[in-house]
């Protein structure tokens, strides 16, 4: 805690402590110095205001250590309330009370200013915590704003990309519609042709050579389900045996010297017009080879 803020936060307090003595000594002093004499009675006036004084020096000095004393704080309060109570019967006394009874609440109120004052040493802080307080804060701030950044980046590419998409969909719908019209006018305009009147001589007259003496008759193509035509029927080759697959295999390989290799003789195979699967013919080619490293 800087002396500046210290002297800022202290100084109210200290000056109405004052204020308030000077005004407890005064009244003391009028109050009793018609029935005593007034050296006695600024004896007395000095008392309570040493008294409260004391109690206070005590009260900042364990606050200083980080202690806490509940009698001494009592103490001081009665300090306090006493003098409260001096200025108010003081006031009463009085033709005018108004503006005694004015000032009648400094004690008290310089009591509360010095709690206030203790409470805020107990939770100031250093300079270097302030600092460090302020960096977090800061960060936090940061991290913040860059989070709401990419959120509302985010949120506009998606809203871009939801545009574009739904633009995209409607001129494809478009499209679709001003296709599905050309080829319904283009559907309606065929239908009326085969079903109008002169469709059947027109094409008699032009077919008459290749459809002598029949009536010529031709449909629009529909579209609908179809049913599949059945696929001919392709008689396959008989599948070669284990030993005629390497007969062929052995005889391929050594046609040349050096011996052919797999992928040659798998070529040389199928172009000789055999059938076989790859995995047997590769088999094959490693019972051969075997049996000629073998031998």
């Excluded at 019967?89 to 509360?112: D, F, I, S, T």
């Excluded at 302030?130 to 959120?151: H, N």
Aim: charged share 20%.
């Amino acid at each position: 805690m800087s002396k500046l803020k210290r002297a800022l936060t202290v100084g109210p307090a200290v000056a109405m402590t004052v204020v308030s003595m000077v005004l407890t000594l005064a009244v003391v002093v009028m109050w009793l110095g018609t029935a005593m004499p007034w050296p006695v009675a600024l004896v007395v006036g000095l008392g309570l205001d040493g008294g409260w004084l004391a109690t206070l020096a005590y009260e900042r000095r364990l606050a200083a250590q980080g202690d806490h004393s509940g009698p001494v704080t009592a103490v001081g309060w009665c300090f306090g309330a006493v003098a409260t109570g001096v200025l108010v019967a003081h006031a009463l006394g009085e033709r005018h009370p108004a503006a005694w009874l004015a000032v009648a609440w400094l004690p008290l109120a310089a009591k509360a200013l010095w709690l206030v004052h203790g409470l805020w040493e107990r939770t100031a802080l250093t300079p270097a915590a302030l600092d460090a307080i302020r960096g977090i804060q800061q960060e936090a701030r940061d991290d913040a704003a860059v989070a709401r950044a990419r959120l509302r980046a985010e949120a506009g590419a998606e809203e871009t990309r939801l545009m574009a998409v739904t633009q995209a969909g409607a001129r494809v719908a478009r499209v679709q519609a001003r296709t599905a019209g050309r080829l319904a006018g283009a559907w309606s305009e065929l239908e009326g042709a085969r079903q109008a009147p002169d469709a059947a001589r027109a094409l008699t007259c032009v077919t008459e050579r290749v459809t002598a003496g029949a009536q010529p008759a031709w449909s629009l193509p529909v579209w609908g389900p179809f049913e599949p035509l059945p696929a001919p029927a392709i008689e396959a080759p008989p599948a070669l045996a284990d030993d005629e697959l390497d007969r062929i295999v052995a005889e391929l390989r050594d046609s040349e010297t050096p011996p052919l290799s797999y992928r040659e003789l798998s070529t040389r195979f199928r172009a000789a017009g055999h059938s076989a699967a790859e995995t047997r013919l590769r088999a094959a080619w490693r019972r051969v080879t075997a049996t000629a490293e073998g031998a």
